[in-house]
């Protein structure tokens, strides 16, 4: 007998030992998420999968799903608790859309579309984080950074390389690169590692094709997120 | 005589003046008057507070994010500034030349704006001083007012400028901060559908901006005296003009013409700029006063936008602006025309032109070819100029090993018509104010001929007639003796 759960009053089927994010996404129901990614353990950090589970606020991509529950994602309480943690993001590092090469493929601003982001509300940090174009093929703006982690593990769990590390705390968290001198070209990093692909944001660029596709033809701007998401996952099953 | 009035003896027993706009994100411009006891006009000063400080904020950056954040530099000519840019850097991709596609597409990009910066600054914040003249009733001194008394002007004003908008929604994939220019090419070519849509206007507008050249000579030819004297100066005339003399306001090399209209510099390759112009800096400004360096400051300082560029060109490449350049030639009998509100009319004639560019390229089958980028040897260095609706606006970059730009240096128009502008200002408060009683109407002479050069900083202060001024009168010991407030 499968198992299932109430996703805002539809039964969601589900496996064992899946979190209600993978049994969400499988059966055609977007929760949004930043740091989550299927082929690695679940990070928990960015909390932008936030839902209602018997009554607590829980992670969607690292809670297991549960027979019978009921659990809130697609509320005004739900949404507006993800609007603020997008809120927060901007703030932390210097998101500046208008002139950011990955304008339309960002997930971080995909979101903000998708939640309906208006305003930064908060005030901006500034913080001063240089770039590092050392690297002859890829450009590190670290501006940007929302620490999902998804380079590290990638580096690390699949290229077997270790590149990027996470490093401080609190405010002063930061990304750095693991090389004596800190510079991208002074580790083996290639354009061609999952690493190279993997971030969500504008961190991680290939260097040269900038603006070459139009904003207005980019992923974003044909679909939004949630549709993108959805029909990625339909695709990959 | 060109520096009399810039600075005073004993400035401070003088009483001071100060026309001061409401600062905006383009720029901060104020006037300060100083003034004896007996109300003569003693110095005089436009000082423009530039954002220079963008040069300092594009160094590190990737070279090919230039072209689209430059845009953020200016609100009204971003087209302007992306395409300088992206000029400057497409031999940092090795794009010598660039595909005939990439050239015409920016081209009627570039047309698009001239189309659309001009009909606004016309129709929407020049038109309503020169119908209804410099000391009308505030409340009517607006767009609003002119479609109240000339509703077929105002009409078309506004449509001419709303197809120059979507000549660059077209070209650069949206109405304000496009990407259609990339270093290298362009990342979009126009559909059928595209064309077919620009074209389907596009005589229309050619027939407006012929309507609206009329009406700018007829206002100048209807008061001679005024338009002629108001705020006259003469200087020598600098712009970029095609290999064979033509105009040319996307590329070309730069010529300088004396007061009197003889060339004097010619063909002087866009990459040497460097060589020819020096910026001099003021204590009394934050905006540098460039001069050909040759001739010095005193002399070597010039004009630049609509006025400089259709008499430095010998000719015009469209049949109805030509025609349209030699009448206002004509009107110089011999002589350039130096006189500020003979922007106006300039402006206009090129405005014909652009229309009639823009006509000309929707017929050309490149638009439509998907050679858009080209590419060759990197460089590490280039120069942009190109000749923004209010003159000559150069870009120069030099980019690292690693892809960051690390030098960046940028002359836009307003700053070529500092000197200049200061000129009218002095001749208009020498002429209009010296001993009377400072009234809006007389300090709106003022900004009527600031506004004569389009700088940046009309429009941000501007817009739909409303120059929100707050006017000081101080006595020589500081107090306050009078105040007015304009047009809020
Ligand atoms: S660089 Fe990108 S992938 Fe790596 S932690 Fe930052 S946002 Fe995540
Ligand atoms: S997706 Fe669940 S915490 Fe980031």
Known sequence: MTRQFLLDGQPVPFEDGQSILEAARQAGHYIPSLCWHKDFPAHG???????KAAGRHVSACATPAREGWEVESNTPEMNGERRGLLQMLFVEGNHFCPSCEKSGNCELQA????????????????????????????????????????????????????????????????????????????????????????????????????????????????????????RDEEASS | MSFELETAANRETLRRVAIDPVSRVEGHGKVTLLLDEAGHVKEARLHIVEFRGFEKFIQGRPYWEVPVMVQRLCGICPVSHHLAAAKALDPVVGALRITPTAEKIRRLMHYGQILQSHALHFFHLSSPDLLFGFESPVQQRNIVGVAATHPEVARQGVLLRKFGQEVIRITAGKRVHGTGAVPGGVNKSLTAAERDELLADADQMIAWSRNAVHLARRLHESERALYDEFGLFRSHLFSLVRADGAMDLYDGHLRLRD????????????????????????????????????????????????????????????????????????????????????????RMIEMLHAAEVIRSLLDDPDLLSDQRMSEGTRGREG??????????????????????????????????????????????????????????????????????????????????????????????????????????
């Open chain 1, 111 to 230: 979101l903000g579309y998708e939640y309906e982001m208006l305003s930064p509300r908060f005030r901006h940090f500034y913080p001063e984080r240089p770039v590092d174009a050392s690297h002859p093929d890829v450009l590190l703006d670290f501006n940007r950074c929302i620490f999902c982690e998804l380079c590290v593990r990638a580096s690390r769990d699949v290229d077997g390389k270790a590149v990027f590390a996470l490093t401080g705390r609190g405010i002063d968290k930061h990304l750095v690169v693991n090389a004596e001198s800190g510079r991208l070209a002074d580790t083996d990093f290639s354009k061609d590692d999952l690493a190279a692909h993997i971030c969500p944001v504008g961190v991680i660029l290939h260097k040269g094709p900038g603006f070459a596709v139009p904003i207005g033809e980019r992923d974003y701007d044909r679909e939004s997120i949630r549709q993108k998401k959805l």
């Open chain 1, 45 to 51: 950090s960015c909390k932008l999968c936030i839902v």
């Open chain 2, 259 to 346: 007061a009197r209209g003889h060339i004097v510099r010619d063909a002087i390759p866009c990459a040497d700029y460097e060589q020819h112009i020096v910026e001099e800096v003021k204590p009394w400004s934050y905006m540098k006063f460039p001069f050909m360096q040759d001739l010095g400051p005193e002399k070597g300082w010039y004009k630049v936008g609509p006025l400089a560029r259709v008499q430095n060109c010998d000719f015009i490449p469209s049949p109805l602006a030509e025609i349209e350049r030699q009448a206002f030639i004509a009107h110089g009998e011999g002589e350039p025309v130096h006189a500020p509100l003979a922007y106006h009319w300039a």
């Open chain 2, 383 to 488: 120069v942009g100029i190109i000749e923004a609706p209010r003159g000559t606006l150069i870009h120069h970059y030099r980019v690292g090993e690693d892809d960051l730009v690390s030098y960046c240096n940028l002359i836009v128009s307003t700053t070529h018509n500092n000197q200049a502008m200061n000129e009218a200002v002095r001749q208009v408060a020498r002429r209009y104010l010296d001993g009377r009683q400072l009234t809006e109407g007389l300090l709106n002479h003022i900004e009527v001929a600031i506004r004569a050069f389009d700088p940046c900083l009309s429009c941000a202060t501007h817009a739909l007639g409303k120059m929100p001024l707050a006017v000081e009168l101080l006595a020589a010991d500081g107090s306050l003796a009078d105040r007015a407030v304009t047009g809020s």
